[in-house]
């Protein structure tokens, strides 16, 4: 075990080829274990697992307004170092995927200054990464 717990979280996708190809390709991330209907991965050391399962048909899609954006909620992300926060943008526009809120810098000048973008997986999901320019300052208010 590391001295920081890794957490484990399984979200549902349509298909597995798309998810493969996005947070294989387009993320990077190491495939670990997998079966016909679902496959782990190595989410910078975390335990994501994309599982195919029928999503609710109808469901409204919640938004929170933050910063003059409407954030998709629920999401879930990484907080990572500023030049991997800036290589996977690059990424993300080079695999053609649109961004939900285009990497900008919240909080300039405070307590918590962070960049931040969110974008969907094929699936409809919504993933956030951000990254501090002090990380110290990840709850800072």
Known sequence: MTA????????????????REFYGSVLGLDEGRSADKWVDWNFHGHQLVTHVAPRASG?????????????????????????????????????????VIE????????????????LLDPSGNALEFKAFQDEAQLFAK
């Open 4 to 19: 920081k717990p890794s957490f484990h979280l399984a979200i549902p996708v349509d298909d597995l080829v798309t998810s």
């Open 103 to 118: 990497p900008y810098v919240r909080f300039a000048g405070e307590p918590g200054e962070q960049w931040t973008m969110f």
């Open 59 to 99: 469901a409204p899609e919640a938004h929170n307004p933050v910063d003059g954006h409407e954030v998709p909620v629920p999401h879930f992300g990484l907080v990572l170092p500023i030049p991997d926060f800036h290589a996977l943008a690059e990424r993300v526009r080079g695999a053609g995927i649109s961004f």
